[in-house]
């Protein structure tokens, strides 16, 4: 967009008693000349202050827990940031079989590996409990003539623009259910949705990449969350967090299934007032900046906006190398040995004595 000015002439009063806003001045010609200085005036096009709201998701902490309660692994994943500035992603607490492979900048790519032997794995249960944050992205706004008129910032931020996310929804791989009893999902509200449902929040004739959206469901579990005071309303730059604990009851073949996986879409959004969000570019840095169209995710595939996140996904498989059942095998082939070794010593005792 370009847009010109053309040449306007002003006339100036100023108050008699305000000499201070005069630049007098004597030319070569002896005559005495008035200089009058304005400034803030700005006749070119500002663009208003843009508007975003971002979802980040990842896995919080994991545990393995055998049947009778007693908990094998509990690892918090920790991010820690060195002397050179490098962020790393590291497990803490019990990290027993437990492993992190992957980065924070791409935990869509990221993994969690649980290897332990068959004998475990078949007595367990794998637990995790996923963090969500929620940001507004926008720069401030303020609902206010004054603002856009003169420049002038409200006092005490009246009128600044504010953006409330309503609804959120998670696509949980069918590998695995939210705890009905935990806490955690009772206070964010987590609600499970049909695809009839679903139809009343998302665009669900939406297509990415060939792949529609009522296929890439089939195979997930949806759950909406709307009715917590985790959704509240957000100044920019400031951000919210919610939960969700999820579980899944091992077996000795869970390693040849897909991995668990967790997604989520900001699908409702209230915005007090200000510019539309949509897709812009930062002159500064000259970096796109995504649009946040809620409602429009197709799950598993790539990200299409700052409104959707995935999490690291949880592989379950069986230790590497041999299979260690070899010990419950020796030790009942020791066993009938010995049985076997003893039948036969007392038989040739008692022949002997004959």
């Known amino acids: 967009m370009e847009s010109d000015t053309p040449l306007m002439k002003f006339k100036i009063e100023y108050d008699d008693y305000d000499i201070e806003t005069l630049n007098i001045k004597t030319n070569a010609r002896g005559e005495t000349l008035a200089k009058f200085t304005t400034d803030g005036?700005?006749?070119?096009?500002?663009?208003?202050?843009?508007?975003?709201?971002?979802?980040?998701k990842r896995i919080q902490n994991v545990k393995l827990k055998y049947s009778s309660g007693e908990t094998v692994v509990n690892a918090d994943i920790v991010e820690k940031t060195g002397p050179d500035g490098n962020i790393t992603t590291t497990l803490e607490g019990q990290t027993d079989y437990t492993s992190y492979i992957g980065?924070?900048?791409?935990?869509?790519?990221?993994?969690?590996r649980?290897?332990?032997?068959?004998?475990?794995?078949?007595?367990?249960?794998?637990?995790?409990?996923?963090?969500?944050?929620?940001?507004?992205?926008?720069?401030k706004d303020y609902n206010n003539e004054d603002f856009y008129n003169f420049g002038k910032i409200p006092n005490s931020d009246a009128g600044l623009v504010t953006i409330t996310p309503l609804k959120v929804m998670d696509y949980l791989s069918n590998e695995a259910t939210i705890k009905a009893d935990s806490e955690?999902?009772?206070?964010?509200?987590w609600d499970l949705k049909t695809l009839d449902e679903a139809k009343e929040l998302v665009d669900t004739g939406v297509e990415k990449g060939n792949v529609?959206?009522?296929?890439?469901v089939k195979k997930l579990y949806m759950y909406l969350a709307e009715k917590t005071d985790k959704l509240k309303e957000l100044k920019p730059k400031e951000n919210t967090t919610m939960q969700m604990e999820i579980n899944k009851r091992l077996s000795a073949n869970d390693e040849d299934k897909e991995n668990i996986t967790n997604q989520v879409e900001i699908v409702e959004i209230k915005k007090s007032y200000g510019r539309r969000i949509a897709e812009t570019t930062d002159e500064s840095t000259g970096i796109s900046i995504k649009s946040t169209i809620p409602g429009n995710y197709v799950p598993n595939m790539s990200s299409q906006e700052i409104d959707d996140s995935t999490?690291?996904?949880?592989?379950?498989?069986?230790?590497?190398?041999?299979n260690r059942d070899y010990a419950l095998k020796v030790t009942i082939s020791i066993i009938i040995l010995t049985v076997i070794a003893g039948?036969?010593?007392?038989i040739l005792k008692k022949k002997n004595k004959k």
Do not use: C, H, W
């Open 311 to 322: 999490a690291e996904e949880i592989a379950i498989i069986s230790s590497t190398g041999a």
């Open 184 to 189: 955690i999902n009772q206070t964010n509200g």
């Open 41 to 56: 005036m700005n006749f070119g096009i500002i663009e208003r202050p843009r508007q975003s709201i971002s979802m980040e």
């Open 103 to 112: 980065s924070y900048r791409d935990r869509r790519n990221s993994l969690i």
């Open 343 to 346: 039948g036969i010593y007392y």
């Open 212 to 216: 529609k959206f009522v296929d890439a």
């Open 114 to 139: 649980i290897e332990a032997d068959s004998e475990i794995l078949q007595n367990t249960s794998v637990e995790a409990i996923y963090e969500y944050i929620i940001r507004n992205e926008s720069e």
